[in-house]
């Protein structure tokens, strides 16, 4: 792993390294105190002193920046920004208007690690004892006012920033709760489906197998009417053990629909979807056929196509040959495949039709249109024969 989701800690020495370089990238605006220790015409002792001072105050800084959101009681990190505060007015005050840029770190750290019920106060807080010092220190007024916006606008950014961090960190915690209550809900449809399938019909095949042992010696004939119906009813259990299984495996077109959305979005596609679609009396191999093209076609859009639009669209039309209902997807990208359909598109086609519906694949005036139609309802001369 490269980089670091948001709100994730690092999970290895790598990422701990990245984290450490955009941190310390921020510590550049430091300059001005180095410069003044190296230049500034300092005594010795100043010199030693601002540089244990300096070196003290990134440590306790880089420190603060990294424990952030890590639950440490909000008394603990309000006495790290004590010390912070203190050592700045400290070095300012002693080795001059350079220094006051220390306060500008202090606004930071203040706004990234205490809540915003804190840092709404402590930010400002900052910035009144940053104005306080730059007017005691000579000359420090003239700096005054390009510091107070950076360590007032670096503080309140800084909230925002934690704000950002919390609310993904609970809605990734929120997915993978809502992600295992769906995988147990599933586990216990299909063991509830599987029950009301398969209990009654092994019951009945126990009890029979049981009347066969005690018929078998003496009346074979009807022991052997018992295995048939053993028989019977183990064969129905299958077709109906295959049937569900089957239910399971069959794509519905309302969850595609959720899984596109989800998949152009993942791919910065802007994705005009259609509402919760009425597929009343649409029959189960018109709707799988339309899922599998829409999962095709969108898989194509974010694959190939480099659009920055997809319009998807589902409706019913009366033809000629009776109801449909029509799915398109278009996007707005460099088009579709070549001069031959893909596999992908002809295995398509092959399913649509064997639905009774039909595909259609051609470049659009700003990209690629995809058309899939599959029977609305039963045939008319299905109809008859059931009535």
């Given amino acids: 792993m490269s980089g670091i989701r948001i709100g994730q800690r690092p999970q290895n020495n790598r990422q701990r390294y990245v984290k450490l370089l955009w941190t310390s990238i921020w510590l550049a605006y430091l300059g001005a105190p180095v410069s003044d220790l190296l230049h500034g015409g300092h005594s010795t002792v ?3 002193l601002g540089w244990t001072g300096l070196v003290a105050f990134v440590a306790w800084y880089l420190a603060l920046v990294f424990r952030t959101g890590r639950g440490e009681r909000n008394g603990v990190v309000l006495a790290s920004l004590a010390v912070l505060a203190t050592e700045s007015t400290v070095l300012a005050l002693s080795l001059g208007r350079e ?32 104005t306080g010092v730059a007017f005691v220190v000579p000359g420090g007024s003239d700096y005054l006012m390009g510091l107070l916006f950076p360590a007032l606008l670096g503080g309140f950014s800084m909230t925002g920033v934690r704000e950002l961090i919390r609310t993904t960190v609970e809605l990734r915690e929120a997915r993978a709760t809502v992600a295992q209550l769906a995988a147990n809900e599933e586990r216990l449809r299909l063991a ?25 010696p003496d009346h074979p004939d009807r022991a052997a009417q018992q295995v048939a119906d053993i ?13 569900a299984v089957t239910g399971y495996r069959r794509r519905r077109l309302p969850a595609e629909l959720a899984g596109a959305k989800v998949a152009l979005s ?9 509402d919760e679609p009425d597929l009343s009396g ?11 093209a829409l999962r095709e076609a969108v898989t194509n859009v974010v694959r190939h196509s480099g659009a920055r639009r997809c319009t998807v669209g589902l409706a019913r039309r009366q033809t000629l040959d009776g109801a449909v209902i029509e799915l398109s997807v278009e996007d707005d990208g460099s ?5 031959s359909p893909g596999n992908g598109l002809t295995g398509l086609s092959e399913r649509l039709e064997k639905a009774g519906g039909s595909l259609e694949a051609s470049g659009a005036r700003h990209g690629f249109r995809l058309v899939a139609r ?14």
């Fill in 192 to 216: 509830r489906d599987l029950h009301d399938l398969l209990g009654h019909s092994l019951s009945l095949i126990t009890l029979k197998s049981e009347l066969a042992g005690r018929m078998l």
């Fill in 46 to 48: 100043a010199r030693a």
């Fill in 231 to 243: 028989e019977q009813v183990s064969r129905q259990a299958l077709v109906d053990v295959r049937e």
């Fill in 99 to 130: 220094w006051l840029v220390l306060f500008v770190y202090v606004g930071i750290s203040s706004g990234a690690a205490l809540p915003l019920r804190l840092s709404r106060w402590t930010v400002p807080a900052v910035s009144a004892l940053l």
């Fill in 335 to 339: 088009g579709g495949p070549g001069g």
């Fill in 266 to 274: 993942a791919a910065g596609v802007t994705a005009d979807l259609p």
């Fill in 374 to 387: 599959a029977p609305a309802g039963a045939p008319a001369a299905d109809v008859g024969s059931r009535a």
């Fill in 282 to 292: 649409v029959p189960e191999e018109s709707e799988a056929a339309l899922a599998w």
